[in-house]
């Protein structure tokens, strides 16, 4: 009790940590730091990054590697189905712990499998590599719940909170990230699951524990939430074709010929870009249909670069030959950095600057920046006398410095256009956007290396592949200057700073399902005037 100064002299004098743990209590600080700092932070760091290597070893094909890399990325966008899921469908009365608990079992088990080897064909590694991504997608969507709620109870010390969240998954991301490398290095690339496995198991504790602080609902409650969710069929409808759309999507990685699996995924992508956007007010579908354009039209190249950077000299004699520690470790510790940077410089550039200004700034810059890849990949830097090692730390500095700038703005209008109420929803579609955007962006990639001939897969003497790798650079370097005539059309004027304006309830969901209620009323009033 008392005055906010009165409180936050209490706060000055217990310590951060100590005012955290007053204002939420001890359990959801623990939470978060077992959710955000040890699952989302460290155990990310060390299980998503080994992806690629573990594919490698099967020697696919670039385009190959990174079409499933996508379908693996894409079960992020079971957010929106999962939150409409937990919210419906309590389990003994539980909403969330009950889902959470399940999935970091199920993501435990999974990493011990991949850890020991077991089922080592592709088909059961994918199956387990994409539970593993289940876990985090669920962990992340779950405890940002739990914070939403805080916040509402304490709004003036979310600020801290959220502070605390993101710095210390900056850190232990950190730590995972500068791990990795060397446990790869000796150990092979499946063994990073198993440092995972402990952090695992001390998160599924954490849950079990308590520290979700659900109060147990009635029958009647768990009815009632039945009945809300039902009874907002929009919400209900995205959650079901998000839902379907990511199971074609997984079928379509099992086609036996590139031509058919990604281009039926990224035709998926697109239908379900479009659906999507027809359930909201045209206001917000355009923002949605911007950042599915904007990391659509910024084709991947990811599965070449890996081996075009990792590549021994038995494989790729003029290459940079650089070790899985320096690659994974360094280059990656350095974006994570660099990432930091980035978010701290948009957040002052965000005050004042209009939100056309930013985008359209993170759609030169970064664009600009890849034409540094292209000079690597000629091998431009080695005839200039610049090491490989000096060069692409100082590009993928400058790289992922910039990548916050492309997707902050998102999050940022989400949060002035939509009504308090659908936020989460919204911020949803907005995160699926950008993820079905990938997706394409992954198909046009695996098209554009098939193309070209850039068709490594990390056997013997292939560097003659990597020859038009330079080529496919331009084109990823020109290729996101397109979404610059979309900025005018698609982003509405103002900033973080107002001129936006909010939807409310009653028109959120003035979309195409809406107005074929409102053209059915209407048809059958006419019907009914006409007979009387």
Not at 170 to 194: F, N, S, T, W
Not at 252 to 276: H, R
Not at 338 to 366: C, D, S
């Amino acid at each position: 009790s008392g005055t906010f100064e009165e409180k936050e002299g209490v706060r000055s004098k217990h310590g951060y940590l100590s005012s955290l743990v007053r204002d939420f209590g001890c359990k959801h600080v623990l939470l978060q730091f077992s959710m955000q700092h040890v699952n989302q932070g460290f155990m990310y760091q060390l299980c998503y990054s080994t992806i690629q290597y573990i594919l490698a070893t099967y020697h696919l094909s670039s385009p190959v590697l990174q079409m499933l890399g996508a379908i693996l990325d894409n079960i992020w966008c079971l957010k929106l189905p999962l939150g409409i899921l937990s919210d419906a469908c309590p389990v003994m009365g539980y909403n969330k712990g009950p889902y959470l608990l399940a999935s970091l079992l199920l993501g435990i088990l999974c990493m011990l499998g991949l850890g020991f080897g077991f089922l080592t064909d592709l088909w059961p590694t994918m199956l387990m590599l994409g539970s593993v991504q289940l876990m985090f997608t669920v962990a992340d969507l779950l405890s940002q719940a739990r914070f939403n709620e805080k916040a509402q109870e304490c709004p003036r010390g979310s600020a801290r909170l959220m502070g605390f969240m993101l710095g210390g998954l900056l850190m232990l991301g950190l730590a995972g990230q500068l791990a990795l490398g060397p446990i790869m290095d000796k150990l092979g690339p499946r063994a990073p699951y198993l440092f995972a496995v402990v952090p695992g198991v001390f998160n599924l504790l954490v849950v079990a524990c308590g520290c979700m602080e659900e109060t147990r609902k009635s029958k009647a409650e768990c009815a009632e939430d039945w009945n809300r969710v039902v009874s907002e069929k929009a919400q209900l409808a995205a959650g079901i074709i998000m839902t379907v759309s990511i199971g074609v999507m997984c079928a379509c990685g099992g086609l036996p010929e590139l031509w058919m699996s990604a281009g039926g995924a990224g035709l998926t992508a697109l239908l379900t870009m479009a659906a999507l956007a027809t359930l909201v007010h045209k206001s917000f579908a355009k923002i949605c249909v911007f950042f599915f354009l904007s990391s659509a039209l910024n084709p991947s190249i990811s599965g070449a670069a890996l081996y075009f950077y990792t590549d021994g000299p038995a494989k790729y004699q003029d290459g940079p030959h650089f070790s899985v520690t320096f690659y994974a470790s360094i280059v990656g510790g350095l974006g994570l950095l660099a990432n930091f940077v980035g978010i701290v410089l948009f957040e002052k550039a965000a005050k004042t600057m209009p939100y056309r200004r930013l985008l359209l700034y993170a759609n030169i810059l970064p664009p600009v920046l890849s034409l540094l890849d292209a000079v690597m990949f000629s091998r431009l830097n080695i005839r200039l006398g610049i090491p490989d090692h000096v060069f692409v730390l100082g590009s993928a500095a400058c790289e992922k410095a910039l990548v916050m700038w492309g997707t902050m703005p998102g999050y940022l209008i989400t949060a002035q256009v939509a009504p308090p109420n659908m936020s989460g929803f919204m911020c949803g579609l907005i995160n699926c956007s950008t993820y079905l955007g990938y997706t394409v962006s992954a198909s046009c990639g695996s098209f554009l290396l098939q193309y070209l001939g850039v068709t490594p897969s990390g056997e013997a003497d292939e560097g003659d592949t990597f020859a038009n790798l330079w080529i496919a650079a331009l084109v990823v370097a020109t290729m996101p200057l397109i979404t610059l005539v979309f900025i005018p059309c698609l982003i509405p004027e103002g900033g973080s700073y107002g001129g936006i304006e909010r939807l409310d309830s009653n028109n959120a969901f003035e979309g195409m399902m809406k107005n074929l209620s409102a053209r059915r009323f209407s048809g059958n009033s006419n019907t009914a005037g006409d007979a009387a």
